[in-house]
């Protein structure tokens, strides 16, 4: 099979609440990470170790501003990058799920291959009202999660793929 162009977006998005939950889970990595560099230098600057460079060692607060200054962008942008690339569509017997910024990721499933549909939300998201579906296939490769979908959303994918597997299975037999 060949193509003529580029793959097309599937057409849904994923809910606007899930930018707050990767912002959450963004803040919650960078508070450790700067928090483990206030310890790091710290440690390291105040260890008196003759390979410490002496201007580091008096001011070892510079590693944790440094982590800072570097990672904030990154904080505050991920979650809108994550947003404006991850998609899903059920079409026809299909679901069709696109995510990844720098390595895109592109999955089809087809719903005749699909074993489970797990719906799970973590503390996060159940704080926010949102869920995410794992559609689960025999190949690994073939199967897919879908993060950031709004929890009704979710229940009625779930049960539409569910329910869609389960005739297209009996008309296999």
């Known amino acids: 099979m060949t ?27 960078f508070v450790l990470l700067v928090g483990g560099s206030v310890l790091a230098g710290g440690w390291v600057g105040g260890s008196g170790w003759a390979w410490v460079p002496e201007w580091f060692a008096a001011r070892p607060w510079l590693l944790p501003v440094t982590v800072a200054v570097l990672t904030t962008p990154f904080l505050v942008a991920e979650p809108f990058v994550r947003y404006a690339v991850h998609r899903w569509e059920l079409s026809g017997d299909v679901v069709y799920a696109r995510q990844g910024f720098l390595t895109r990721e592109w999955v089809f499933v087809p719903v005749s291959r699909i074993q489970t549909v797990d719906k799970g939300q973590g503390w996060l998201e159940r704080m926010l009202g949102l869920a995410t579906l794992e559609i689960r296939t025999a190949s690994h490769a073939g199967s897919s999660t879908i993060k950031g979908l709004d929890f009704r959303v ?18 296999a037999t």
Do not use: I, K, T, Y
């Open 3 to 29: 193509s003529s162009g580029p793959l097309r977006d599937p057409a849904n998005r994923v809910s606007p609440r899930a930018r707050g939950l990767w912002l959450l889970e963004a803040l919650f990595g």
């Open 154 to 171: 979710a229940a009625e994918l779930a049960e539409a793929l569910a329910r869609r597997a389960e005739q297209l299975r009996d008309d």
